[in-house]
């Protein structure tokens, strides 16, 4: 099983929609979960960290489930400029860094169309 | 702030030549990882510091490809030889407390 597993899409949803995707990871030891945006010929960018009670940034939800080893973003009232790709990142799950080496999935594409 | 900073932005060179990239992290940021990031393979973590020592270089191709962080505001990566194969983007990333910031990236070309 892959570290950081995503579908790759891509997702072709029309502007307005709900659009919601998964991300499973295999190290159960993993603590930090993130959601990274990454525009075409651009560096991922920070999008919001996924807490266990799940957390909400506008319309964008992030929720984990620790026993089905998953997280997932939700995208409310899709705009045309949420089209990106959504990188899945876990951390390495070693309790004694901090800094301790994070997991990129391979990311999902989203296209919002007009 | 500045954010990461990486040179140059765009690199074409020759089969057989050595390439240097370079990358000054946030100030105060205690880790810094370089990856590279191909359609087909996506983003691999080739190496990664913590307080300027190599912790895990288990990404890293092969002998041809080496890094150093000499101090805590200075990295780079050394390809040589470059080989075709290696044409990718280069980012380098900075993080404190797992939150990662990533540079503009190195569009590397190798003919």
């Known amino acids: 099983r892959k570290e950081v597993e995503q579908d790759p899409g891509p997702f072709n949803v029309p502007e307005g929609a709900t659009v919601a995707f998964n991300c499973t990871y295999s190290n159960s030891a993993s603590q930090s979960f993130f959601w990274y945006r990454q525009d075409c010929r651009k560096e991922p960018k920070l999008l919001m960290s996924?807490?266990?009670s799940g957390n909400e940034d506008g319309r964008f939800t992030a929720q984990l489930n620790r026993a089905s080893q998953y997280i997932s973003l939700l995208i409310r009232d899709s705009k045309l400029s949420d089209s990106a790709t959504y990188l899945c990142?876990?951390?390495?799950?070693?309790?004694?860094?901090?800094?301790?080496?994070?997991?990129f999935g391979k990311g999902t594409r989203l296209h919002i169309l007009p | 702030d500045a954010g990461v900073i990486q040179s140059p932005r765009h690199e074409v060179t020759e089969m057989g030549q050595e390439v240097t990239l370079r990358c000054k992290p946030i100030s105060g940021h205690n880790s810094l990882f370089w990856y590279r990031q191909t359609m087909m393979r996506g983003l691999e973590l080739l190496i990664y510091?913590?307080?300027?020592?190599?912790?895990?270089d288990s990404g890293m191709p092969e002998d041809r490809f080496s890094a150093k962080m000499p101090n805590a505001s200075f990295s780079t990566l050394k390809i040589q030889p470059s080989e075709p194969r290696d044409s990718a983007v280069y980012f380098c990333a900075s993080s404190f407390l797992q939150t990662q910031y990533f540079g503009p990236g190195t569009r590397l070309l190798v003919l």
């Open positions: 996924v807490y266990s």
């Open positions: 510091f913590n307080n300027n020592v190599p912790i895990d």
């Open positions: 990142v876990v951390n390495g799950g070693n309790p004694l860094n901090r800094d301790d080496k994070i997991i």
